[in-house]
């Protein structure tokens, strides 16, 4: 996935000859605690936050040219980067929002926390009654009770919880991925738990073949 | 994962007969866009973002109390509610943070989006390896070589793309879980995968056992 994936696009930008009283009024209006300065190019000139845009009214500053930070001095990230990238950036560094440009230096947009929260919790969200779905149709051969009987063994196994195959069945439909790996102690963990109920249905299934 | 373990607990709050001059320079100095009211209980009243100051300070306003937003309209969460909870608020609602309280209404904690990105993006941070080497334990009598071969099988089989057991284990040591997902087109693809490559050495090693 790459940055312009996951940016806004109807960004707010504003011009460092504009007024900090004004500015803040579009800030408050478009609910954005930070903004990018451009010129008439849509070049990056500079940043504003609120915390500027507060200690320029209580100082009595006019222009924003006065308080944004310098171009410098703002982190950001290319349009064709790994969203990765602009992933670490937020966390690492506790932006709520960067500047995106393109190969002429254009801002052509902004990456905000929460839309990367957005996109990052999506996948958590996944029901893991979704992945058994796919393991059915990829172990041919295997029933669906077949499944969830040798979930409920492998869980037995592991956990020492005396859970039958129904219990399972009903857990696995409720339970988002996020709270699987959370409930088994990790995303590896996890997976070699479904690995080895693979591998029990897949013994299952030839042993049955032998007969 | 319970709200509490995501939250920040440092956070900075403040009383209702402050000043807004004075608050504003408390936020910028703690670079926060946001931060909860409280009474001398800690008991949660109000909540101000940077919008409320910046209009506050242009509009002559004195107080906080003047210009917060009042304790019903302030969306919150339980430091016991599933983290998930918080994680959906923030990115539904473009919160960049949320107040936490416990049983008796005391504010014990913000969560910020930025927190919130750095715990879901540890996840996707997983090395692809790492998940290869607990399927090796799980997989017990196959070896890490026929473990790659056949994964290099399932690859060739699935997308036609002519890899080495080699370039595969180069692959997968460079490869995080969040570009893997992203490669295969879904977590369910990813997994399914994982279980054909079980599959896979689960059947050669049961031929091997029958020779």
Known sequence: ???????????IYITQDQSIEEVSIIMENGKKFTTP????????????????????????????SEVMHSKDSIVHVHENNPARLAVLETSHNKFVSIPVLNDDGVVVGVVRSFDIVETLSKLYEIKVYKIFKAMEQELKGVSWDELMEASAIVTRRRTGENVTAEEYEFRIKEATFGEA??????????????????????AKKVARARK
Request: charged share 25%; proline share 0%; net charge negative.
């Open 1 to 11: 996935m790459k940055v312009k994936e996951i940016m806004d696009e109807e960004f």
């Open 37 to 64: 300065v451009v010129d008439e190019n849509m070049h990056l000139v500079g940043w504003i936050t609120s915390f500027e845009l507060t200690k320029g009214l209580r100082e009595g500053n006019e222009k924003i």
């Open 181 to 202: 790996i959370w409930a088994t102690g990790g995303l590896e963990k996890f997976f070699v738990g479904l690995i080895a109920i693979g591998q029990l249905v897949t």
